[in-house]
Every structure is written in C-alpha cells, then in structure tokens.
C-alpha cells in the first residue's frame, strides 16, 4: 500500500490486516529507530526482504527504492490517491492526536513530529511523485487498486467485509 503522507495508509492497512488477517508490516517501524535514527540500507533491505519472502503480507509505506522487490512478489497493490488537502489535513489530525508520542504504525521511541521538511514532502507528493507511481502501475499483472478518497477507502473495506 502507497501513497502521501497522511492518506491514510496504516490505517487501511490495519482495517485489511483485521480483516484478511494477514501480517501488517509498517516500514516506517523497519526504517526509524528510537530518537529518529534511520536503519541503514542494508539492514533495511535484509528486514524487508524477510517479509516479502513470507508467503502472505500487508506492507504500509512508500519507500520507492524498495518498491520494485516489493511488486515482484505483491498479489495486488493498493494506492491512496488523494488530493495533498486532505493528506496535510491527515497528517496534522495525526500530529495532535498523537503529539509527543509514539503512534503505534511507527517503532518505538519516536514520538510524532511534524517539521517543514515533512510537510512539504506532503505537499509536493502528488507533483513529485503521482505520475511515477501510476505509469508503474500500467505494466503490473495484479491488480491495482486506486482509492482517491476517504469514502472510497471506507467502501472498499466495507466491500471485503460483506464480501467475506
């Protein structure tokens, strides 16, 4: 599952875990150590590939460098779609519930923050990122799935639930 900063990808994700009940994996909680320290690349990547070569998953997160291992071995992928206003929104929302705090799609001894750097990250997503993401999506033979609100987000879980 990808998409902006505040789409609400976990959140999704922890909906379809439930209800699949497959394993969820943040990579926000494989990436960040305590105090905000990033894991290097190589254990990054040795975390990561452990959990695609497990049979079934759920992975919340963008982290583009590691997109492609991650679609080799997907059965489908995910993309919140959504409009940089509603994603901003998500991510101040999340920033006072959560404030000084750990949330819990994110390790442990990093408590929610939110600086220029982030934000405009967000903002700029759709602009920066979008096109390449839809462009590598054409060639995938799993499907895709494109959520651009959070209704749909909501309906399509409600459509597995009354699916199952």
């Known amino acids: 599952m990808v998409g902006n900063g505040g789409s609400g990808k976990s959140t999704l ?3 379809l875990s439930l209800r699949l009940k497959l394993p969820l994996v943040h990579l926000d909680r494989i990436f960040w ?3 905000w320290k990033s894991i290097n690349p190589e ?3 040795e975390c990561l ?3 695609i070569n497990g049979e079934s998953w759920i992975i919340d997160g ?3 460098r590691t997109l492609e291992p991650r679609l080799s071995r997907s059965q489908a992928v995910i993309f919140l ?3 940089r206003a509603v994603c901003l929104a998500g991510v101040l929302t999340r920033y006072f519930r959560f404030r000084g705090r750990g949330r819990p799609d994110m390790s442990p001894g990093c408590p929610e923050k939110v600086d220029g750097e982030f934000l405009r990250w967000v903002w700029n997503f759709n602009r920066n990122h979008r096109a390449a993401y839809l462009e590598r999506f054409r060639s995938l033979d799993q499907p895709v799935v494109i959520l651009r609100s959070r209704k749909a987000a ?3 879980l409600a459509g597995l639930e009354s699916a199952a």
């Open 81 to 83: 779609d959504m409009p």
């Open 13 to 15: 994700a922890q909906g």
């Open 154 to 156: 909501a309906r399509f």
């Open 33 to 35: 150590q305590p105090g």
């Open 43 to 45: 254990n990054f990547d």
């Open 62 to 64: 963008n982290y583009t």
């Open 49 to 51: 590939f452990k959990v």
